[in-house]
């Protein structure tokens, strides 16, 4: 099984793995792309799956990636170092038909994409997007990944789904989630 649309979180993946049997072994892996880059930029092959859940593979040949941090230098190479993935290669379109404006804005003069996504990229090339930069919540100083805390509540045994948005309250951007649980309930004091 492919995923490419937003990155599936571990709990996902490692609860559809429980549906493996002796006869029947189902292999999630994940991809990255998009129509800017005619369709992949990233990808897992099916026996690199399991042991690196949660990461979107690494480059197609003839790509190019760097992680940029917000100050436009890149940052190091670590899975604890996250930045917005920018992506150069013959696949990646030359600009938005008659809108110069957003191809300034998504693409650099010597040709790299921004993805607007924020990525981490470990010692063996595996890249894992974290979040998408505008999504990102800006607390005190601090930039809160969305996708991070919808982890984190998705850990929860009773939850099936979860969603986390920026939420303004006292001129303060806050993180406000909201969950699914897996038997819903009409007990109001639930």
Known sequence: MVSSASPLAT?????LHKFNTPKRQLRIIQAFGGAEVTAGALVMLPTEGFPNVGSVGRLIPNMEARLVGDDGNDVPQSENSAGELWLRGPNVMKGYL???AATREAIT????LKT???ATRDSKGFFRIVD???????YKGFQVPPAELEGVLLKHPEVADS?????????????RGYITLKKPTTDAAA
Not at 109 to 112: E, Q, R
Not at 132 to 138: A, G, T
Not at 163 to 175: F, Q, T
């Open 11 to 15: 709990p996902i993946i490692m609860g």
């Open 98 to 100: 008659n809108n110069e």
């Open 109 to 112: 003069p010597d040709g790299w």
């Open 116 to 118: 607007g996504d924020i």
């Open 132 to 138: 998408r930069k505008k999504e990102l919540i800006k």
């Open 163 to 175: 969603g986390v948005i920026g939420v303004i309250i006292d001129r303060l951007e806050l993180p």
